[in-house]
């Protein structure tokens, strides 16, 4: 049997996992943190020879001898394919390969690395470890000639004792060879590219031979939470008996807190000692200690290990867990290791962005998706403050497809790697206070082997929860986890939703999680808000984590040389799941999605609430579990349209979970305008810089109505006009104005102001969208049984009539799709001005035979066609971002401006985007001041982009998007939500655009802002 396929070998020589501690010269070092000077990294150019198969290796590869000249040079760490070997592929669950465990294709993609080191002589009397951080799937080693061992399990390290290998006053050599494919990859099916090679780091260490051998510390709050008893275990390895263990414990401050020492009379010892009140660690207080153990042989130091640690106590106290007995709230992302050039290969450096970026959005958990990540990410989670479920690198996901789902997480043949995997994963990263959970795997159903897995873990760590989502009736596991869970049944629901949130809500014994929800693929997810407030509504359902952090695009370079993001299939990869992938709140470019706002919004620290603003009365919520607002300066602005009339700043001082009423006295002295809208908006910023964020950080913002405009600025229109007409087209002309109408379409053909062509074509009732990931499952039946995206207008009637000052032109319509009798029945009502004010009002009435209608429709607007130089844009509504009916709690009402280019959010799949809600008015202007105004006294919403829908319909990706020589403005009556049922609860019914009757009245205005400003034009009432 080959050992890659051999289950029964997890390993050969690799030595037992241990905690991932630091050795240091002295205590000195340790406490300053300069680690021993007894590593080599081995990172760097490697040769590397790409073979089909193990078994095309060339004869005696691994001799010290071996001729490398005609090799490639690779870089390591790094991912194969990503260097241009092998193959790029894709897949959601699919294998790539028959399902025949634990057997893999004989054409088993094989890379093998090669290179030489020497050590320095100081390690002369010292044992030698040579480390891996990662190698997918499978490998072997060999060191001058021999081999040394064999390791599986590819996001776990492992570490080789080469000390009776090595030579110590010359070059080594030495050479990997590591196996795409292993009987493990049955246990590594995770939602991800398949990738391959010496990702990690790698590096080779000395260490004493009478030494340190592994530190296992726990702490255990007192009943008071106040006092906690440190417990500390240690292995030593060699001849230790005789020696002192020194065991040192340091606050921030290095002010010693424990200092003890015991005489050694075996390899093991135990302390446990009260630690009088000690600082708590939380994702809020992420205090750390130092922790210093000394070995020593009489005067002589042996070794000098350092971690960090911190005091905190987790429970389950009935059907809650707690965190230093608070049932806190999991407001948490899934991470994936991803780098756009590099795959999987990630920097601590970028890790500690991502980490710098979550706390800056609020976040304060994460969950290692779906497998073990470098020990250096842990340290930072400690250091800054996250919650972690770190899980174990284990998912079968394709085996659902076999109807045989439990075909190895049951088969006791397995049970030793399944344990493997949680086992080498719990005995490296132990001493980290951010992790609170142990989670058991993905996706792999359940069995025997996970109740093994279970045991293990509650047996060897009762300080921590198990965790497993596949455990679906929490027969083993400390919490219920599920995974998109959906808010409310629909028509939409599949069958297999027997279970949504409220159900557990009412029923669960357990404290539940979402372990997934809120995919955040494309434009998208909605329903945020909803989440949030069933978590704080019930105790015991303890938040979640969003799907996922990063898009997963693989970066490319058009023919131009513009950057892109590939996904599945265009690598010719098959079968694939396509733009899967794309699912994260940043995008592979680490551009924040318009998502990440939300989720920010939704998650803030403060819920703030309107007591009486007319006496300036609020109520505000702390949303934290320990600390106090007062780390947090409220400041607040008074804005009289878009003029600040008064402002201040208060300081606070509400404790975690508590709730005050404040007051604002600048807003008792307030007296109203009917002429303008007031508005309050609070600020909650940092107000001292932290590890994570400048002083002044944002954190929280609030806003409310305080008056709202009910007086205008009445204003005839002077000025007659003059109509002609042709057989087919009905021309008006007014001062400095003129349009023309179609009087076949019935379709305005085009507006002139002052010799220049503003609107070139519209408006036009338009009912369809690009589609957006979240409308995947909508698509079957909108392209092939409603032919929504083919819906046509056909014109009944056009009549115009010249009153003194205005021409009045009525058009009626039939809007329908093919073969539908079901359609609107549609009024454009138009009102002509001799100025070049246009007074629009559409209506449309369901008819035909209704039933047959689909239940939701993509949206309700009109588009118009304008100049391509009007790319200035302004508007009063919602913003600055985009926003949609179930995503738009982080936009505010404000006046805002930017340019076309800057409205479109550039998704890696071009989709709808961009919509900004809520307006009351939007203009768009040439860089002479000269264009459009588009009012509403009833609120639409807009977007405007230099392409059609269909382009970005038809694009795959964005160099496919080629720029119109128009622009396209859309006013909404309606658009339908974005849900996010890519992968979970559909639109919601409160937030579905239906085909159901209309009417929206609008203002266009054709105007040089050097005549009049924005605010006194939205500010006019046309009378006549």
Known sequence: MKIWENININNINRLKQRADFRLYDNINAAIDNRRKKNSKNLNGVWKF???????????????????????DNITVPGNWQMQGYGKMHYSDLWYNFPINPPYVPSLNPTGIYKRTFSIPDSWKNERIILKFHGVDSAFHIYLNGKEIGYSKGARYEAEFDITDHIVRNSENDLTVRVYQWSDGTYLEDQDMWWLSGIFRDVEIYAEPFDCIDDIFVTTDLDENYTDSVLNVSVSFRGNVLGCTVNYLLLDDQDNEILNIENNLNSNFDNISEKIANPKKWSAETPYLYTFIITLKKEDQILAVAGQKTGFRKIEIKGNTFTVNNVAIKLKGVNRHDYNPANGRVVSREEMEKDIILMKQNNINAVRTAHYPNSSCFYDLCDEYGLYVIDEADLECHGFELTEKYDWITDDPVWKSAYIDRLERMMARDKNHPSIIMWSLGNESAFGDNFRAMAEYAKKNDPTRLVHYEGDFEAEVTDVFSTMYTWLEKNSQTPEVKKVFMKDIALTSKKPHILCEYAHAMGNGPGNFKEYQDLFYEYEHLQGGFVWEWFDHGIQAYDKNGNSYYKYGGDFGDNPNNGNFCIDGLLMPDRTPSPSLFEYKKIIEPV????????????????????????????????????????????????????????????????????THDYYLNISYRTNKRTNWSDEGHELAAAQFLLSEKTEFCNKKTDGSLLVSETQSVLNIYGLDF?????????????????????????????????????????????????FMNLMTENTESFLYNAAD???????????????????????????VFADGTILFDIEGIPSGITAQAPEMIPRIGVKLRLNKACENVRWHGKGPGESYPDSKESQLFGFYENNIDGLF????????NGSRSSCSWTRLLNDRGMGLMVYSQDKFDFSARFFEDSDLEYAGHTPDLKKRDYITLNIDYKQNGLGSNSCGQSQMEKYKCRFEKFSLSLKISLYNNKEINDLDLAGEKIIF
């Open 49 to 71: 020879l790409f073979l089909d198969a193990p078994e095309y290796s060339p004869e005696g590869f691994f001799e010290k001898s071996f001729d490398t000249s005609d090799w």
């Open 905 to 912: 959010t550039n998704y890696v799949k071009p989709q709808e």
């Open 805 to 831: 000052n205005y021409v009045e032109i009525c058009v009626k319509t039939i809007n329908g799709a093919p073969n539908a009798a079901w359609y609107y029945k549609s009024t454009y009502l138009y009102k």
């Open 607 to 674: 819920k703030t609430e309107a007591v009486d603003l007319n006496n300036g009365i609020l109520k505000l919520t702390s949303r934290y579990d320990f600390i106090n607002l007062n780390i947090l300066t409220m400041s607040y602005s008074v804005y009289e349209d878009n003029r600040i009339i008064k402002s201040g700043s208060l300081a606070l001082d509400i404790s975690a979970r508590d709730t005050k009423n404040i007051c604002i006295e600048a807003l008792k002295e307030i007296k109203y305008k009917d």
């Open 738 to 786: 003129k349009c023309a109408f179609d009087k076949i379409t019935g379709r305005m053909l085009y507006a002139e102001k002052d010799g220049l062509k503003i609107l070139e074509n519209g408006p036009e009732l338009n009912f369809w969208r690009a589609p957006i990931d979240n409308d995947m499952y909508l698509l079957e039946d909108y392209y092939k049984k409603y």
